[in-house]
C-alpha cells in the first residue's frame, strides 16, 4: 500500500515509521520545513526510544520517505491509496474546545489533491461529528472526488510508541465503506499474524472511543491521586491500597501510581474536549469535568507541598529538580507538571537548578531555571531535592553521593520511588506521595 502522512509530529511520526516497516510505502509530511529537511538529513526531531533506528532502516530501504514542497506533497497525496491527518489538535485558546483548524486546513489540501478512489483516515483524536465535517470540506472542496473518510484514533504512549505501534493492545477503525475497511484491513495486515483485536465500527463511534479511553484512565489516575491525599491524612499507604485494588481484574493495575497530576499532550486537552462536547450534546459529563478539576489544582498545590517539606518557606533556597518532562522517555513538555509547580517556586523566591536527560524543550520554556548536566550536579549546594519525573537514571542514584552534595538530607519524590523506610535509614527527611 502507498500511505501519506500529513504531519509529522510524534504520531506521524512514529506511525509513518511503522507503516514503513509492516512494508508499505510511506511519505510523512509536514508543512515545518525545516523538520523536513533534518529528517532527510537523519536527524530526529522527537526524542522516542528506537525512532531513529526505524526510520533509518526504512529510509535505506526504500520504503520511507519525507515531504515538505507542493510537488513532493502532491505527488505522495496522488499516489497514496491511504491519507492520514496527524495533524495536531490542540485546546482551542480560551474556551477548551479542540482547535480543529489544523485538521480541516489538511482536508482542504487533500482534497485539491488526490486522485481515484483514496481512503481519508484521520488519526487526530478530534471529537465526534469531525469526519463528517472533512468529509464534507472535501466534497465541498472539489465536487466528484471519490474518498471514504475513515476514523482511526491513535493510543500510543509516547516512550513507548513504536511497541504500542507495533503491539497495540486493539485497533479501532470508524466507517461504513466496505472498500476502505479492505484498505485498512491491508494497512495493518502484519497484526492480524499477532491476533490484535481490530473493532470495526460507526466513524462517530470510533471517534468517541478515543476521548472516553484518555478520559477514563485520566480519571482512574487522578482517582487515586485524591486517594493518596486521603491516606496522608489517616495515615494509610496509597502504594499499598493500589495493590489491593489493582489486583482485582474488575480494576486493574495500571494508571493507579499516585503522584503529581497527570500532564503530557493528550490527557489534558482530551478530557476538556470531551467535556465541552458532552455540554455541547447536552449531555454534561461531571466525572469527567471533577477530573479536570482536581488534577488542575492537583498541580498547582504541589509547589506547597514541596514548600511545607522543605519547612514552609522557600524564599532564598535553591531546591533541586530531577526530571522536567511529563514522563520519562519523551522530550515531550506540553501541560507538563514541571510547567505549573517551577513557576510557582520561583514566585515564592525560590532559585531552581535542574536535571533532565531531554531538556532541551524544558531550556526554552523554563528560562530562570539553571540547567545541570546530571543529577549530582543539580543537587550540589541545593537546600533540597525534588524528584518530580521518574527517569530510570533517578531510579537509583547514589544516595550518599547526594547527600554529601545537598546543604539539607531533604528529597521530596513526587514519584514514590525511593521507600520512606530506606530513606529515613539513609538519614533523609524524606517526602512521597500518599506514604506514612
Ligand atoms: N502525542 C501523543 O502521544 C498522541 C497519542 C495519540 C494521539 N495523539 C493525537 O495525534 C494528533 C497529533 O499529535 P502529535 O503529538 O503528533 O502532534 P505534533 O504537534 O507533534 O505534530 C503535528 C505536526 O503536524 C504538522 N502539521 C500541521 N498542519 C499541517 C498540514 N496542513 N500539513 C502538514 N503538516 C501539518 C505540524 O507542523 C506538526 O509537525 C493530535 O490530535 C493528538 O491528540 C497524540
Redesign the pocket.
Known amino acids: 500500500m502507498r500511505v501519506a502522512m ?7 511520526l512514529v506511525s509513518g515509521a511503522c507503516f514503513s516497516d509492516f512494508g508499505h510505502v510511506v511519505t510523512c ?4 520545513a525545516g ?1 523536513i529537511e533534518r529528517l532527510k538529513a537523519g536527524v530526529m526531531p522527537i526524542f522516542e526510544p528506537g525512532l531513529e533506528a526505524l526510520v533509518d532502516s526504512n529510509v535505506q530501504e526504500g520504503r520511507l520517505f519525507f515531504a515538505s514542497s507542493r510537488e513532493d506533497t502532491a505527488r505522495a497525496v496522488r499516489e497514496a491509496d491511504a491519507v492520514f491527518i ?4 490542540p485546546s482551542r485558546r480560551g474556551d477548551g474546545h479542540a482547535d480543529l483548524s ?1 485538521v480541516y ?2 482536508a482542504e ?1 487533500i482534497a485539491g489533491l488526490v486522485d481515484g478512489f483514496t481512503v481519508v483516515v484521520t ?3 478530534v471529537p465526534v461529528g469531525t469526519g463528517d465535517e472533512v468529509e464534507s470540506i472535501i466534497r465541498r472542496t472539489r465536487p466528484g472526488t471519490q474518498v471514504a473518510v475513515v476514523s482511526n484514533p ?5 516512550g513507548a510508541a513504536i511497541a504500542d505501534f507495533k503491539r497495540p493492545d486493539r485497533v479501532v477503525v470508524g466507517t461504513d465503506d466496505e472498500a476502505a475497511r479492505e484498505v485498512m484491513r491491508e494497512l495493518y495486515r502484519p497484526l492480524f499474524l499477532n491476533e490484535t483485536p481490530i473493532i470495526f465500527t460507526q466513524r462517530r463511534t470510533s471517534e468517541l472511543i478515543k476521548y472516553a479511553a484518555n478520559a477514563f484512565l485520566a480519571m482512574k489516575i487522578t482517582f487515586i491521586n485524591e486517594m493518596a491525599d486521603l491516606c496522608e491524612r489517616v495515615d494509610a499507604d496509597v502504594q499499598q491500597v493500589a495493590r489491593g485494588i489493582g489486583l482485582d481484574n474488575r480494576i486493574g493495575s495500571k494508571f493507579l501510581h499516585a503522584g503529581p497530576g497527570y500532564g503530557g ?2 490527557f489534558p486537552k482530551d478530557t476538556l474536549a470531551l467535556v465541552r462536547t458532552a455540554e455541547q450534546a447536552g449531555s454534561p459529563m461531571r466525572l469527567i469535568e471533577t477530573t479536570v478539576k482536581v488534577n488542575e489544582a492537583r498541580k498547582k498545590s504541589m509547589a506547597d507541598k514541596i514548600a511545607a517539606a522543605m519547612g514552609g518557606a522557600v524564599q532564598g533556597k535553591t531546591i533541586a529538580i530531577l526530571g522536567l518532562t511529563f514522563k520519562p522517555n519523551t522530550d515531550d513538555m506540553r501541560d507538563a507538571p514541571s510547567l505549573e509547580i517551577i513557576p510557582a517556586l520561583e514566585a515564592m523566591g525560590a532559585t531552581i537548578q535542574a536535571f533532565d536527560p531531554e531538556d532541551h524543550e524544558a531550556r526554552r520554556l523554563l528560562p530562570n531555571v539553571r540547567f545541570k548536566d546530571g543529577p549530582y550536579d543539580a543537587a550540589e549546594g541545593a537546600d533540597g531535592l525534588v524528584i518530580l519525573t521518574e527517569w530510570d537514571r533517578f531510579r537509583a542514584l547514589d544516595l550518599a553521593r547526594i547527600k554529601d552534595l545537598l546543604k539539607a538530607p531533604l528529597v521530596v519524590d513526587l514519584r514514590n520511588i525511593y521507600t520512606p523506610q530506606d530513606m529515613a535509614r539513609r538519614g533523609f527527611t524524606y517526602a512521597s506521595v500518599g506514604r506514612p
Do not use: M, Q
Open positions: 500529513i504531519g509529522t509530529g510524534y504520531v506521524g509530511i509536514d508543512k515545518d523538520k496527524a495533524v495536531g489538535t489544523y486546513a489538511a489540501e488519526k487526530s483524536t491513535e493510543f500510543l504512549r509516547e499532550s493528550c
